[in-house]
């Protein structure tokens, strides 16, 4: 496809106008102020539209979007112990396909063209994420079930296998597999040190939840006098490449630990604020040079997968915090929720629009009231733009979609099973299904 006449943002996040951009296969192959002359493939028009880098969602379980809404107005420990975790539960393989199309669609209609997640009944995110052309690194969170557990016979190193055998025999690398502890206090040490050894012993990805709250800060330092950050890298997770959500309480020399071992922060703002947890020491862990990317959480505690939304509602916040209108420029925040995304999940020659990079490219389109004048294109896109601005969202050189229409996802039927599953739940848990 060629991308003709088109304003694009480079690398650098610098804006280039009247350009164009070729797509051959799943690459960028040229992009010039001319059309390359023997071009005779599919044009698009680029007039009063931008082409971007794709976001990043690096933390997200997106089969939660199944419970988007549900069990509101409770505290934390109520609304999980009685309502999410009863209602999961009842979750089959055919439920999280559909919740999973469901969420997947949600994100590219926001911009993200990759997402990191933690979740299980992998086998049916894998065909999800596989039909609709996105990308993902996903794994199964171990969570404690006894003291004397056992990992390798555990349902999560099971579907851990299950996606490493996955990607060797797939012939496109869209979907890896990451390992992932699902926090600090759902596992006990002996685990941790057995699941870590397991991780480093491979060439996978390390996700877990760390810091998330005051409380899980301070029974962790009461229980072992190590913060979650310390306790992690006394137990050796570190050693893998990790992506750690939230880091809300991180402290002290937590800091100095996440960037000595080149840990990924994923700051998912909407999320603690909406459960009430705080809001992260960006500046610092900024200023200590720590990989800082975005994530939505999942639907549940969010409750969108908008990335459009918490990549403003990060901008604004730390300005706002910090007292300083120049912190977190329009460059710095777009290198966070794309390139920085990009290294945190491993992928090389993805994150950014350039010639050799794969074609992650996101459309925006200018002609609406909210976008016109354009004075500062970036500031358009990170302080104007709504989902419903993107028009056209390209993933290793496939369009996944375009003028509100997905080319892999029928969302009738999505739309359909989704409120038959939440129907049949309240049922089985006894619920009116207006609950
Ligand atoms: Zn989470």
Redesign the pocket.
């Known amino acids: 496809m060629l991308f003709k006449n088109i304003t694009m943002i480079d690398e650098k996040y610098d804006v280039i106008k009247n350009t164009n951009i070729v797509v051959e296969g799943n690459k960028i192959s040229y992009i010039a102020s001319t059309v390359p002359e023997e071009y005779c493939g599919e044009v698009y028009d680029g007039k009063n539209k931008v082409a971007m880098p794709g976001f990043f969602n690096t ?1 997200c ?1 997106v089969p939660m979007t199944l419970l988007r809404g549900y069990g509101e107005g409770l505290p934390l420990e109520r609304w999980l112990n009685e309502k999410i975790f009863p209602f999961e539960s009842l979750l089959t393989d055919e439920d999280c396909y559909f919740g999973t199309l469901l969420g997947i669609s949600e994100m590219i209609k926001s911009g993200v063209v990759s997402f990191t997640d ?1 979740y299980s009944h992998l086998e049916t995110l894998i065909k999800a994420i596989d039909e609709t052309g996105i990308k993902a690194n996903i794994s199964n969170s171990y969570l404690k079930v006894g003291e004397n557990d056992d990992y390798f016979k555990h349902n999560s190193y099971k579907e851990t296998e299950l996606v490493r055998k996955y990607m060797k025999k797939s012939n496109n690398d869209r979907i890896r597999a990451d390992v992932s502890i699902h926090a600090e206090y759902t596992s006990s040490e002996r685990l941790v040190r057995q699941i870590s050894e397991y991780c480093n012993s491979t060439d996978m990805n390390m996700h877990i ?1 760390l810091s998330e709250t005051e409380e899980e800060q301070r029974i962790c330092k009461e229980k072992y006098g190590l913060t979650p950050a310390e306790y992690f890298l006394k137990c050796g997770t570190f050693k893998s490449k990790t992506t750690a ?1 939230h880091c809300v309480f991180v402290e002290g020399d937590d800091f100095n630990i996440l960037k000595e071992n080149g840990v990924t922060v994923s700051h998912c703002p909407s999320s603690n604020l909406k459960l009430g947890s705080g809001i992260a020491p960006l500046k610092t862990m900024l200023d200590y040079g720590i990989n800082v990317t975005i994530g939505t ?2 639907a549940a505690s969010n409750n969108n997968l908008n990335m459009i939304e918490e990549v403003n509602l990060a901008a604004l916040l730390h300005k706002g915090i910090n007292k300083d209108p120049l912190f977190l420029g329009q460059k710095d925040m777009l290198n966070i929720a794309c390139l920085n995304g990009a290294t945190s999940q491993g992928r090389e020659n993805c994150g950014c629009i350039k010639v050799g990079n794969r074609a992650d490219i996101v459309i925006y389109d200018f002609d609406k009231p909210h976008m016109q004048p354009a004075f500062d294109v970036l500031a358009n896109i990170l302080y104007s733009a709504q989902a419903s601005d993107i028009c056209l969202s390209m993933i290793d050189g496939n369009v996944v979609y375009k003028d509100d229409v997905f080319t892999n996802i029928d969302m009738e039927k999505v739309y359909y099973n989704v409120n038959r599953i939440k129907n049949e739940k309240l049922a089985l848990l006894r619920l009116p299904s207006d609950s």
């Open positions: 933390h379980h933690m939840h959500a959480d999942g």
